[in-house]
């Protein structure tokens, strides 16, 4: 049985789709993109794509690398251009969406948004088709606390990070020490460029709306029709992103469930005290872990044999990613019914999966992650006083987050942070045409408070909420998928704090 890990919207089609397309591509350093199919007998609008960026921008004439892409053309006669797109993570692949929407049906975009535009999956560097990172899955797969409770427990973190990181450094190359934000903004422009493109049209879920911010910082003149959906505010220090994402995003979501679960009888724990039992099940499993007897060491669904409270924490923040109302991802329906099964003893559908290959989106989400943001803790009391901090702010979710995991995946990491959390400069700021922000009310990874810190720092820009939960807003297929399309398509933005019901 599968873990909620595959739950992610993000990492669901990733994982689903990797051994679709693995396109061969020949040496030429053209700047011009050679257009192939990715393998035999692929539809007739789906190609693969790459050009040879710097894997230094710095010295552009060093060494370079292929950057990897892959387009689902339009079928129509109105195609107004090329729509680049990053699903998130950071470490998902642009391209693993398109060949989902290609070979699998899955509706990534609407008919309406496929009319009128190429949609270019793009692979940021050290993902998918783009030198993706690569590191040894034997260590990835050691269990080794991110909360340690000693100073010994601490050194073993660090030692930890330190020989994983080293193993995706010898196994990755030299893109390994660049694979921060900015490079990725700076290569979205070449491949702009490459496109015959004078502006950029960008739509960015997640992660890829810091992918998106970082380009409109850098390229303001070049920005088009840009939208991003479930937004992070980057310039936010390590401590306050980590305060914000497991109070504002994953507690605040949390009680939502909680509430959701005692309203509907979809919840499988339905009339009762779920908080309560919630708290008793995370509380049994600190003591000692759950069994997980549905997992295997080897295969596609492969899991660790038991789970730990600080494992089962991070597996449900990925279980809320899903839309509450059914839909074709895992969502809230089936999250009740993974914490139900663990309150009686089976933590099957919340262990942590085992990794059996050497690439893989978690481990391009340390390789982005790393590089990105400035571990502020440097000691075990570091660590002890953001989690003691995020504790009373958050006490279901014991101030577990995803920023949380790179604070103390990062220490010990081999290759220093070069895109530090820093504000968008004002001149440039206001150089760019308008952006729509896009947020749902209950977000576990990207509360409502950092699309309004962004929305601040871009004064133009337009922020609309969906009054739901579930990680970003265009899978819903609702209103707000309506309104991103007709800004796309025909320019036009809602008013500002424009609320849709779906």
């Known amino acids: ?81 090329n729509l680049i797109y990053n699903p998130g993570g950071p470490g998902g692949a642009g391209s693993a969406e398109v060949f989902a929407q290609a070979f699998l049906n899955v509706s990534i975009w609407t008919l309406e948004l496929l009319a009128h535009y190429d949609i270019i999956g793009l692979d940021p560097r050290g993902t998918g088709l783009s030198n993706a990172m690569k590191c040894d899955p ?43 934000t900015e490079s990725a903004a700076k290569d979205m422009d070449l491949v702009r460029k490459a496109l015959g493109e004078e502006k950029l049209t960008f739509y960015g879920q997640s992660y890829g709306s810091q992918l998106g911010s970082t380009y409109a910082g ?40 909680f509430q959701w679960c005692n309203t509907t009888a979809e919840c499988a724990l339905n009339g009762q005290d779920i908080a309560g039992i919630f708290d008793k099940m995370i509380a049994t499993a600190e003591s000692s872990p759950i069994p997980a007897p549905g997992c295997a060491p080897e295969g596609d669904k492969a899991c660790r044999s038991d789970a730990t409270s600080e494992e089962i924490l991070a597996q449900v923040q990925i279980g809320l990613l899903g839309f509450s109302a059914s839909s074709v991802f895992l969502g809230w329906p089936a999250l009740s019914g993974a914490i139900a099964q663990a309150a009686q003893g089976n933590a099957t559908l919340l262990s942590r999966p085992i990794k059996n290959t050497s690439s893989h989106a978690d481990f391009s989400f ?67 045409p308008p952006i729509l922000l896009v947020n749902s009310f209950w977000d576990p990874s990207t509360p409502i408070s950092s699309a309004n810190a962004l929305k601040t720092k871009i004064p133009n820009s337009v922020l609309i909420l969906r009054n739901g939960s579930g990680h970003t807003s265009y899978l819903t297929f609702g209103k707000t998928t309506e309104a991103i399309d007709a800004f796309f398509v025909k320019g036009i933005l809602p008013a500002q704090g424009t609320t849709f019901a779906y």
């Open 218 to 257: 850098l390229f303001p003149k070049n920005v088009g029709r840009m939208v991003l959906d479930g937004v992070m505010d980057s310039s936010q220090s390590s401590v306050a992103q980590v305060a914000m994402e497991s109070n504002n995003g994953y507690e605040t979501t949390l009680n939502k469930f």
């Open 1 to 81: 049985m599968s873990s909620f890990q595959s739950t992610s919207i993000i990492l669901f089609l990733f994982f689903a789709t990797q051994a679709l397309a693995v396109p061969h591509y020949s040496t030429d350093t053209s700047p011009n993109i050679e257009w192939r199919t990715c393998k035999e007998n692929d539809p007739p609008n789906l190609q693969c794509g790459q050009i040879k960026v710097p894997i230094n921008h710095e010295d552009p004439h060093g060494g370079h690398f292929n950057l990897g892409f892959a387009r689902l053309k339009s079928n129509s006669m109105s195609t107004i251009g």
């Open 366 to 432: 340390l390789g982005v992650g790393c590089k990105d943001w400035i571990a502020a803790s440097k000691s075990y009391i570091d660590l002890v006083l953001i989690r003691q901090m995020t504790g009373i702010l958050s006490p279901h979710s014991r101030g577990n987050s995803q920023f949380y995991e790179i604070q103390s995946s990062c220490i010990g990491w081999p290759s220093p942070p070069t895109n530090n959390p820093h504000t968008l400069d004002p001149k440039k700021v206001a150089q760019l």
């Open 138 to 180: 034997d260590i990835w797969n050691r269990r080794v606390s991110g909360t340690p409770k000693n100073k010994d427990e601490f050194k073993k973190l660090v030692a930890y990070n330190k020989a994983f990181g080293e193993s995706c450094r010898n196994l990755t190359g030299p893109v390994f020490d660049f694979m921060d």
